[in-house]
């Protein structure tokens, strides 16, 4: 089975005036009004992924992890179909996806792929009740956002330091670090304070702090007032297509020094925005394609089957870990449900809706989930807990076309 390609907007319009009769303005509120129930054996998930803009590069590995896993989960019982929704990279697209897909009897959301944007859309599904699963979200606050707001990507809180140690571990006489962050995206300003203090945690001087945009493609300047601090240490926060330049023009512009990007650069499509100047770049990790489990082998397997012998990237695992996640939390609702009615099967079909969402929220934040990402569990807040984190080193090939995520030896533990 494989996603339905993102629809238009008339799609959805249609298909909301088909399912529905009467026409209602919000249809939540309807929902709420009549309390339908999903109505169907086959529940339907939403997902919203930045297939355009500057993060599409990170959102065409999500839509990777999510066509994986409905290929592998989407027909077991009680089956589950994803509708996909192109959410851009800025608010505006995000938050017009959101709503068409609240006019959807979804049973939950994943996405969008930005912080940025689940600051502004998130709440509109929190209020609606409806449960939104951050797949790649990892700026401070998020599951704060509401009650039905929770993640599986790691808070930069535990990833981002690490590449920093490890910085200095393969540099011990390090000593000067210059800063750049993205200041217009909120994954970014939340990130360079982590990386910040943990600057400063390891005796390191920062020697610059530079304020950059998501849309700047032009980095001679702040390159040139860069350099001038002399810096043996470089660290971004930024998103693909910036961040790939800036790294680009660092290189061009004669800086040799180590480099450590942040979660926004962490995928193999910055290979093209960046090239062979993406070589040495440390990135750290939620996910290993090397972890030894089964569901991990299993998840291997089907994306080498897909896409050759190449190794699944983390956002990849993480939308495919999210709606797993999703799935094996609707399965033991189902179990529960049948037990309680007594009922064999359709125990979640004829569950009014808004009900189904609030129980899923509940029992989704209650179980522990073997994902390829390892052991996952929330806390009651929606907060992602997880064991294992690494640092990549990106290894490009001498053409500068292609490369790999070459994980460091000694995976680092998480910080506590
Ligand atoms: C966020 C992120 C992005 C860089 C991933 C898509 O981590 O916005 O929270």
Do not use: W
Request: include cysteine; glycine fraction near 8%.
């Amino acid at each position: 089975m494989t996603i339905p390609p993102t629809r238009s907007a008339p799609f959805y319009f249609t298909a909301l005036a088909l399912g529905l009769s009467g026409a209602c303005a919000i249809l939540v509120g309807c929902q709420q009004a009549s309390r339908p129930t999903s109505g169907k054996q086959t529940l339907t998930l939403g997902a919203v992924v930045a297939l355009t803009g500057n993060a599409s590069l990170i959102g065409q590995d999500q839509r990777i992890g999510l066509e994986l896993a409905e290929s592998e989960f989407g027909s077991r019982p009680p089956a589950l179909s994803l509708r996909l929704e192109d959410g851009g990279s800025d608010e505006q697209t995000a938050t017009t996806a959101f709503r068409r897909l609240l006019q959807q009897p979804v049973v939950a959301l994943i996405g969008p792929s930005l912080s940025q944007q689940a600051f502004a859309v998130n709440p509109i599904a929190d209020r609606a009740g409806v449960p939104v699963l951050g797949a790649s979200n990892t700026a401070i606050g998020i599951p704060q956002i509401g009650p039905f707001v929770s993640r599986i990507s790691a808070p930069v809180s535990k990833v981002a330091p690490l590449s920093i140690q490890a910085a200095k571990r393969l540099n011990p006489k390090l000593e000067r670090v210059a800063v750049f962050f993205a200041q217009d995206d909120a994954y970014s300003t939340s990130e360079t304070k982590i990386f910040q203090k943990s600057i400063q945690g390891l005796g390191l001087k920062l020697v610059t702090v530079q304020r950059t945009s998501t849309a700047d493609i032009d980095f001679q300047k702040p390159i040139a007032d860069t350099l001038q601090t002399r810096p043996d240490l470089i660290v971004i926060s930024a998103l693909p297509n910036d961040g790939g330049n800036l790294v680009r023009q660092l290189r061009e512009m004669g800086y040799a020094g180590l480099i450590a990007a942040g979660n926004g650069m962490n995928s193999p499509n910055i290979y093209s925005v960046c090239q062979r100047y993406c070589d040495g770049l440390l990135i750290a990790q939620a996910y290993s394609p090397e972890a030894k489990t089964s569901v991990n082998r299993r998840f291997v397997q089907l994306y080498q089957k897909r896409h050759g012998d190449k190794a699944p990237p983390q956002f990849t695992a993480q939308a495919y870990a999210a709606m797993q996640v999703i799935r094996e939390a609707l399965t033991r609702l189902d179990r529960q449900e049948s037990l309680r009615s007594q009922s064999r099967n359709q125990a979640l079909a004829t569950m009014p809706l808004p009900e189904l969402r609030r129980a899923l929220n509940t029992i989704l934040l209650q179980g522990a989930y073997d994902t390829p990402l390892g052991e996952i569990r929330f806390t009651p807040e929606g907060e992602v807990i997880q064991k294992d984190f690494y640092v990549a080193r990106v290894k490009m090939d001498a053409k500068g076309k292609t490369g790999r995520f070459a994980l460091l030896p000694n995976p680092s533990p998480a910080t506590p």
